[in-house]
């Protein structure tokens, strides 16, 4: 009996915490600078919605041939021939990211793209490289198409992305 | 109540609160991505997706603090455990449906599969029930050393 009703006080202070998580994640998300909107749209929403501020057409889709694999990203990462873009969110790009790589967030592309347009533009008939998390992440594509759209002519997914760059023991940046 | 029983109290609660406090701020870095996460679940309408991304990592960290602390303890305990059962389901319920998701639950860098993460979290549900009876179980800290 004791311990039902220990559960159930334990229960209630539960709940307690419950609304108060909830008050403080709203809380915290108003004193944002870039606040959350409150209903979701998907990460091909807001990228057309930000690419819509920069040109008047939908981002184009890659295909297969348009993802290099770690070989060939370290080809390119050693001799310096193309510009590395970093599509994660900025937090993660600041807690490491690959020696030399550019933050482009996905999260963030229309303003993002706009800073780094001077460099991007100078880095026109190079090769562009975008990576993301690794494994199944959608960013670096995403980035990629939009690039693309914007008219780049040789952009590439890097597929391994930040994790098979560690994985492999490459030098990370902070 | 013995002391040995405190001290494994003590040290489960310490790695339940680390890890939870560990796991909310890395979803506190980026609450898009966390909100894609638990969209790629398929579970919540879109009006609630976003509200839940914002609420989980404080919630991760405080019931990670009340249970690291010590300070309303099996509260916090209850909080994880009940946290890890709608973790678990979630997991297993996209596994069910063959969808290809990403937990979110460390941040978004995860390449573990879902069988994988769904035993981590099975794992995780075990050690906070059995902390959480233990915590109901074991008297307050100075009445077991007497």
Partial sequence: MKTISTMGSDLVNTLVLVFVSFALGLGINRMRVAPLSMTYQSPEQRLSAELAQLIAAPPMQLNSSDSIGFNRFRTIFQSGSGLILDARDKAFYDQGHIPGALSLPRDDFAASYKALRPTLDRHRDQPIVVYCSGGDCHDSRLVAGALMSLGYGEVRVFSDGWQGWTDNGMPEAH | ?146
């Fill in chain 2, 1 to 146: 109540m013995k002391l040995h029983n405190w001290l494994i109290l003590w040290v489960m609660s310490v790695a339940l609160g680390g890890l939870f406090i560990y796991a909310g701020w890395t979803k506190s870095l980026g609450p898009q991505a966390f909100a894609d996460s638990i969209a790629s679940f398929k579970i919540l309408p879109a009006e609630l997706i976003v509200p839940i991304a914002l609420s989980i990592p404080p919630f991760e960290i405080l019931a990670g603090l009340l249970v690291f602390v010590g300070w309303q303890r099996r509260a916090g305990l209850l909080a994880i455990t009940l946290a890890m059962a709608v973790y678990c389901l979630a997991i297993g319920s996209a596994m069910v449906r063959g969808l290809d998701v990403n937990c979110g639950c460390f941040g978004p860098v995860s390449n573990l599969r879902p069988g994988v993460e769904l035993l981590r979290d099975l794992l995780i549900l075990v050690c906070s029930v059995a902390t959480y009876v233990l915590a109901v179980t074991t008297p307050g800290r100075i009445r077991s050393l007497q």
